[in-house]
């Protein structure tokens, strides 16, 4: 299936929110993004992928470049920042719960992360995300099935449930 030009992938999403915390350049973004880096614990890219990301940000007017900086290993790096539509649209995505108990791992751990990192309450986030997932919950506690459909059924129900007292815990 394929998504809509205004949608983000989950690494287009990291690269933004870094962007949003300060202007920096592309090498910065792919250090943080290694495995071993600060976001990279959760969401790693690696370098090749992490600017053709930015190459696709600055397309769709969500990042440009706010000027250069010296390198010691090569020529001067150019200076990323966030546009004001890319800034908007990160605040929105970071308050935003995720619609699928699947996207939790990446998506939802990338927001605490970045709600974390700019010292700011997860609660509102948290909140939202507890509803969506216990009407998740409800709807597949109603499901009737057979054979291996229940067991799938079964299977996103443990699923949900887990992810339900994982934000609990959050909370309190």
Known sequence: MRRRPEQLATGEWAVLALLAETPTHGFAIARALAPGG???RVW????PLVYRTLDVLGERELVRAAGTEPSESGPPRTVL???ADGRERVESWLLAPVQHVRDARADLMLKLLFLDRAGRDPAPLLDAQRERFVLIAAELEKAEADGFARTLALWRLENTRAAIRFVDALVS
């Open 38 to 40: 600060d976001v990279g």
């Open 81 to 83: 920042d966030v546009t």
């Open 44 to 47: 790693a890219m690696r370098r």
